[in-house]
C-alpha cells in the first residue's frame, strides 16, 4: 500500500483497553503527514530545478550535434533571417508607398483647403466694398449683414478645415517617421 497524507489521514484503528492514547497517536500522525508534505514540495522543487538544469546551456553543450548538423541549423538560421529582412523590407516599402499617397491626398486637400480659403476671403473683400455706405432701406442692410454674416462663418468653417487638414497631415508624417525608425530598429 503507498503511503500519501491522505491514505495516513484516513486510517482508522481499532481501540483497545491497554492501547495507545489516541490523541498522541493523531498528533503523531499530523506530524508524519507535515513532514511528508514538506518532504514532497522539496521533491517537486529539487524536480524542477532539475528540468531546468537539464535544459539550460550546460545540458545543451553535452548535447552538440556533429559540426555538419550545426551547419545546417546555421544556414538554416540564415535561410529564415534572410526571409525575415526581406519581409520587413517589403513590409517598409509598402508602407513607404502608403505615406506617399497619404502625402499626396493631404497635400491635394490642404490645396483646395487653401483655394476655397482664398475665394471665401475674395467674396468677403468684395461684400465688405459693396457694402453701402448708408444703406437705401433697413431691410437691404439687415440682408446685407446677414450674407456678411454667412460668408464669415463659412470663411472660419474654412479656417478650421484648413487648420483640421494640416493637423492629419502632420500626424501622418509622425507616423511614417515612426515606421521608417521601426525599420532602423529592426536590422540593428
Not at 3 to 19: C, L, N, V
Not at 32 to 43: A, E, F, V, Y
Not at 91 to 100: K, L, M, R, S, V
Not at 128 to 135: A, F
Amino acid at each position: 500500500m503507498p503511503i500519501s497524507i491522505t491514505a495516513i489521514e484516513q486510517k482508522e484503528f481499532r481501540t483497545a483497553r491497554k492501547g495507545y492514547d489516541p490523541e498522541e497517536v493523531d498528533l503523531y500522525l499530523d506530524e508524519i503527514c507535515d513532514h511528508i508534505d514538506l518532504l514532497n514540495r522539496q521533491i517537486d522543487m529539487l524536480q524542477q530545478r532539475l528540468a531546468q538544469a537539464t535544459q539550460g546551456p550546460g545540458y545543451a553543450r553535452a548535447a552538440v550535434p556533429p559540426p555538419a548538423a550545426q551547419m545546417d541549423y546555421a544556414a538554416q538560421a540564415q535561410t529564415e533571417l534572410n526571409q525575415a529582412r526581406q519581409k520587413a523590407r517589403g513590409i517598409i516599402e509598402e508602407a513607404q508607398q502608403d505615406a506617399a499617397q497619404i502625402r499626396e491626398e493631404a497635400e491635394k486637400m490642404m490645396e483646395e483647403a487653401q483655394q476655397v480659403r482664398a475665394q471665401a476671403e475674395e467674396m468677403l473683400q468684395k461684400a465688405n466694398e459693396q457694402e453701402p455706405s448708408v444703406p437705401a432701406s433697413w431691410q437691404d442692410a439687415e440682408d446685407m449683414q446677414g450674407e456678411k454674416d454667412a460668408l464669415q462663418e463659412e470663411i472660419d468653417m474654412l479656417r478650421a478645415a484648413a487648420r483640421d487638414y494640416r493637423q492629419r497631415f502632420l500626424r501622418l508624417v509622425e507616423d511614417q517617421k515612426h515606421v521608417l525608425n521601426a525599420e532602423e530598429e529592426l536590422f540593428d
